[in-house]
């Protein structure tokens, strides 16, 4: 992986889009005299999803149903991690939820915490690798080759890539279970030897107790409440568990590939001296694409995911007002001459993620073909 500062952008037109479309936002809250942050929609959202997550938790402790209401149970509870994690922590943790620094930090934690996450590798991650390099191969660890995934058309392509359109989503089911067991150590070990993670290596030993001790207290609670103080059998417990991670990673996972890995976003390689020849803002542009922007109910329930164009250019502004921000957007895109990438409907970006996954699968690497 190379380190974030090695990748730059460099704006030679002077494009002056960003600016223009951040003065009418800006002048958007202004007029409306509304706050960038949380409103009662999200704070009524954060009770609701959370009750997703920790009621059926106590309904199995406390009535102990048979085996199919059980897993019934875990399977809400997994709609309830997927939707915390899309509209609740993701929020929190760009510093979106509140104005408040310290309140962002809590929720952010306690959510994140709550999942069975890390909010240190989450951050650099997401919020650094992911949103500063969108889609540029080896530094956006979204799109890195993942076991038997290929996201980008500049990695080699393996024979069994030409069939991950259909098993991938098996994989994205296991992806937030695989994060709780393993995942959180495999990039800190991964972020600390690229340079990634700047900390000494005394705050380093700090953030590693703290990322054991939250997985020590979430299995406590998931797996050990149940099975040692209610007396639940553990392979109903341990079923269940899978049953909740099974949901939660299909949802997340997909939900993100809507916006990145679909058909019509680009790739752009630095040169050889690191650098991007485009303004950053139109770079997300083109590599983020929006869907169902008229669904409510899907953008209610996704966190605003599904407006990842807005999400891009202004992380720092809560997922609620993005529905009236994006035709700001669309406009001032279109009289630039830049692409404003969309699809319609949740349906035709699943199909366009799928057929992008087969285009892979069966692309040489670029890299290769340009040599």
């Keep these: 992986m ?21 003065k009418r936002v800006d002048a958007y809250f202004q007029e409306k005299n509304l706050s960038k942050n949380s409103n009662g929609t999200l704070i009524v959202k954060t009770a609701v999803l959370t009750a997703m997550y920790l009621v059926p938790f106590a309904l199995l402790l406390w009535l102990q149903p048979p085996l199919g209401i059980s897993l019934l149970l875990w399977f809400i509870m997994g709609l309830g991690l997927a939707g915390l994690g899309m509209s609740v922590m993701h929020d929190a943790n760009h ?14 934690n306690i959510y994140l915490n709550m999942l069975g996450g890390s909010t240190f590798n989450w951050n650099l991650q997401h ?97 050990g409440v149940p099975t040692m103080v209610f007396q639940i059998p553990t392979g109903e417990v341990i079923a269940g568990f899978l049953v909740m991670h099974f949901v939660g990673g299909v949802i997340l996972t997909t939900v993100f590939q809507l916006a990145h890995a679909v058909e019509g976003t680009s790739h752009p390689l630095p040169d050889e001296k690191g650098v991007i020849e485009n ?14 922007r008229n669904n409510k109910w899907l953008s209610w329930y996704v966190g ?16 609620v007002h993005y529905p009236e921000l994006a035709p700001i957007v669309k406009e001032t895109a279109e009289e630039f001459g ?10 035709v970006a699943l199909r366009s993620h799928i057929a992008n996954l087969h285009q892979l699968g069966r692309l040489p690497d670029l890299n290769e073909a340009i040599g």
């Design 95 to 108: 510093g979106a939820y509140s104005k408040n620094p310290a309140t962002n930090y809590w929720i952010g």
């Design 338 to 347: 830049i692409p404003y990438l969309e699809n319609p409907s949740f349906g």
């Design 279 to 292: 303004d950053w803002a139109i770079h997300q542009l083109n590599t983020t694409v929006n869907f169902s």
């Design 127 to 223: 919020n650094v690798l992911h949103h500063m390099y969108t889609n540029v191969v080896h530094v956006d660890e979204d799109i890195n080759d993942k076991l038997v995934l290929k996201f980008s058309p500049h990695t080699p392509v393996k024979s069994f890539h030409q069939l991950q359109w259909v098993y991938a989503f098996f994989f994205y089911g296991i992806l937030t279970l695989y994060w709780v067991l393993a995942k959180d150590y495999v990039q800190f070990i991964g972020f600390t030897r690229s340079g990634v993670n700047k900390d000494s290596r005394a705050q380093n030993a700090v953030t590693l107790l703290k990322i054991t001790l939250v997985k020590i207290i979430y299995f406590a609670i998931i797996i």
């Design 304 to 319: 605003g995911l599904n407006f990842q164009v807005e999400h891009h250019l202004f992380p720092k502004i809560a997922h």
């Design 2 to 22: 190379k380190q974030k500062n090695q990748i730059r952008f460099v704006n030679k037109d002077k494009n002056q889009f960003f600016p223009t479309l951040k």
